[in-house]
T-cell receptor, first 116, second 113 residues
Framework: DAGVIQSPRHEVTEMGQEVTLRCKPI?????LFWYRQTMMRGLELLIY????????DSGMPEDRFSAKMPNASFSTLKIQPSEPRDSAVYFC??????????????FGPGTRLTVL | KQEVTQIPAALSVPEGENLVLNCSFT??????LQWFRQDPGKGLTSLLL?????REQTSGRLNASLDKSSGRSTLYIAASQPGDSATYLC????????????FGIGTKLQVIP
């Protein structure tokens, strides 16, 4: 398996623009996680899905953020409108089971977002 | 609210030295704890996962221990190598509510040849 795939790897946009980040989890993994990493706050869980259904979005910072998982092999994280403080590295991860399980999470390479 | 602290924030050691990285957490009601490494500009690579019922896990030169009652975990790296240079993060996984998954800020390790 190619592992968790994320695109784009880098995104530079201007404030107010819509940004869409994409993720393809490892085949057979029922759980998908979106994280954000900044120097100030470290890694934060934004939202996670089980079998394409959002289970916990309590980490999503604002209504400007939304995530979808239309099928088992694809998820998007959208920011509309984007702001400079959204600049961060966004990671997608997948696992066989959820936070209570005994299986590891596998991370994608991340998308480095810069909002000017 | 779970807080995960990693000490030290940075560590520089000569090659071949054995070393210990520390992780402490405030809420002991965890399902499991996972150690990751992160190389500059890269994603996270899982190293070891310890379930709440376990005391330790080993993989090659790595050994991770868990003491839930005291809210501590350690990652022991034996015979360190320059290739071990990376940032090491620990994360706790808890039931219910906000912050199901909480990461520490990490320990940046440099192994000097």
């Amino acid at each position: 398996d190619a592992g968790v795939i994320q695109s784009p790897r880098h995104e530079v946009t201007e404030m107010g623009q819509e940004v869409t980040l994409r993720c393809k989890p490892i085949s057979g993994h029922d759980y998908l996680f979106w994280y954000r990493q900044t120097m100030m706050r470290g890694l934060e869980l934004l939202i996670y899905f089980n079998n394409n259904v959002p289970i916990d979005d309590s980490g999503m910072p604002e209504d400007r953020f939304s995530a979808k998982m239309p099928n088992a092999s694809f998820s998007t994280l959208k920011i509309q409108p984007s702001e400079p403080r959204d600049s961060a590295v966004y990671f997608c991860a997948s696992s066989i089971d959820g936070p209570s399980g005994g299986n590891e999470q596998f991370f994608g390479p991340g998308t480095r977002l810069t909002v000017l | 609210k779970q807080e995960v602290t990693q000490i030290p924030a940075a560590l520089s050691v000569p090659e071949g030295e054995n070393l210990v990285l520390n992780c402490s957490f405030t809420d002991s009601a965890i399902y499991n704890l996972q150690w990751f490494r992160q190389d500059p500009g890269k994603g996270l690579t899982s190293l070891l996962l310890i379930q709440s019922s376990q005391r330790e896990q080993t993989s090659g030169r790595l050994n991770a221990s868990l003491d839930k009652s005291s809210g501590r975990s350690t990652l022991y790296i034996a015979a360190s190598q320059p290739g071990d240079s990376a940032t090491y993060l620990c994360a706790t996984f808890r039931p219910g509510g906000y912050q199901k998954v909480t990461f520490g800020i990490g320990t940046k390790l440099q192994v000097i040849p």
